[in-house]
């Protein structure tokens, strides 16, 4: 009998459990997304104005970037693996079916040659009658005929155990190349992580760099106030009204996410760069790729990459009053969509400092303390 591959897949995976394949290919789906947002933000990135900010950010993007292209390696890894497992247990099965048919077709051809062939004139003579003997010469015949059976069943899963093993190999090969491949992605990783880390290092040696990197937030912050302000202007049937009043929901806010406070509202020294800044909003820490929620009815009026910001999405609510969401993981509402509060507006998305959300509150395009606005304060 053939000894096939399958009877090493102990050894080759032993402790490793099967993932499923639907969900490996889910989360496939998903790295490919990544890929694309973060692809799309570089792409945003080249019509910006050179700058420390433009920098930090591309490179920072390209870590991103790498980071994927590792998860996506360790899945398609992780994918190959649960495949040379499949393959293993339908090698166990069929291996199985065979030894059993030959064990059984072993038996057959014993009590057949116990018996000896039906015509054989001895063994009528042994019979009382005529009848017998044809009764004994139609069990030989139907014990050839299942004797044919089972060789021909043998030869089928024979066959199909080799293609098992040609499939096999093929796997194994791939494997070999994933894992050559997610150790050469994750080198890379690591040289974009030393990058980055290097030059946010430099840049706190560096007073011009800092000055100037103030100078852009500043610059940053003058412009998304005319952004809002230009929000306000708008024939009065597209102006968005909400049910309930923006106003009266202060001090009953939800959360737009789970985490704890980065940065509070106001004036900050930043710890790496050493600049003065002033935070219009809330920075939040929370998970990579957590769900953001609308804290309020609101009608999506911008939803797109800005400068710094990144993907950004702001909400109308009407009689002057909007939410900032900013520093998302790519966009996932368009503009015109309506959201009812908890629904939706993105996911947290990564910065230089780890998984931010940003979270404004303005009115006329000035800056409230979202703190004083929520009914569970973040911490």
Known sequence: MRRGLGLLLPVILLGQSAQDPAALRQKLATIQGRLGQVDQQLAALKKRRKGVLVEIQGISLQRDRARAQVDGARLRRDQAQSEVQVIGREQARIQGEVLKLQGDLRKQVRWMQALGPWGDVGLYASFKDLDAWLVRGRMLAWARLQERKRLEQIHRLQGDLASKEKALKEVLARLANEEKEAAQLQAA??????????????????????????????????????????????????????????ATLHGSLPQPVEGTLAQGFGEHLHPRFHTKTVQSGLLIAASSGATVAAVADGKVVYADYYQSYGPMVILEHG?????????????????????????????????????????????????????????????
């Open 189 to 246: 990783l690591r040289l974009q992580e030393e990058r980055l880390n290097g030059f946010l290092e430099g840049l706190q040696k560096d007073e011009a760099a800092q000055k100037q990197v103030q100078a852009e937030l500043a610059e940053e912050a003058v412009q998304l106030e005319r952004l809002l302000a230009g929000l306000l202007v708008k024939p009065k049937g597209e102006v968005f009204e909400a049910a309930v009043g923006f």
């Open 319 to 379: 009689s002057g009053w909007f939410t900032l969401y900013t520093h998302l993981l790519g966009l996932q509402v368009a503009k015109g969509q309506v959201l009812k509060a908890g629904e939706t507006v993105g996911a947290v998305g990564d910065t230089v400092d780890g998984p931010r959300l940003g979270f404004e509150i303005r009115h006329q395009a000035q800056p409230q303390d979202p703190q004083k606005w929520l009914k569970k304060k973040y911490r």
